[in-house]
């Protein structure tokens, strides 16, 4: 597996989430994955199924010691007197002392950036994450909150995939030493459907979404794949044994277009443009 450094953080480069998975698929999945030689698992708390994460990997044999867990505030508990303890409430779900990363997961309207870090950081001075992080943050807010942490921001997990030219969020986390993970990689579907990813996977002996994971990784990012599907896992992790050309790499990058953005939730995300 290859590793992604970011201001003291050691990123699995590719990662599982658990987005939109019920508690049985987290436990029928999850060992799949460690099999499979994932190590890197991608939570949050409003996706109400960190204390199915937690059962599956210990159930499973997993070592803490080997295994990158990340998890999420959810902007309902950006208050100081529900975020730390919100976060009490992850870590026991998860069944550890300390989450390897925490984020804030929007930005939202109502409390301030500002704020939203001081808490952050109050948490991880506490012991309870070893690393802190963002995610759906733009540019202007990436930089604020840069300016304002006491500890390295390590990552901006956001949106990416090919049709969503992410390069000015890349500008600015390279700038400032943090990684970018990528979330929804396939599109909501629309990747392994695409025929020009599926050309470039026939000449790699690849499918369509290994390409898209492995043109994430090979642009220095942090992939996060998903599938409910046991048999499907193996597939997602086989993307160390080939590389994309850098007419391929173009060839995917081309695919951005101007509608590609998929996911902007009122009331929680920003202006992507600021």
Known sequence: MDIVEANGARFPALGFGVFRMRDEEV???????LDAGMRHFDTAQIYQNEAALGRALWAAGAKRDELFLTTKVWVDNYRPDRFAASVDESLDKLQ????DLLLLH???????VAEQIEMLNAVRAAGK???????NQNAAQF???VRRSEAPIVTNQIEA?????QERMAAAARAHGAAITAFYGMADGKVPRDPALIAIGERHGKSAAQVALRWLIQRGFVALSKTARPERVAENAAVFDFALSDADMAAIGGLARAEGRIVSPAGLAPDWNA
Request: glycine share 6%; net charge negative; no cysteine.
């Open 143 to 145: 930089e604020e909150s």
């Open 106 to 112: 929007w930005p939202g309207e109502t409390v301030p």
């Open 27 to 33: 436990e029928r999945v999850v060992p799949a994955a």
């Open 96 to 99: 550890v002392d300390q989450v």
């Open 161 to 165: 995939h090919p049709y969503l030219d």
């Open 129 to 135: 994450a070893r690393h802190i992080g963002v995610s």
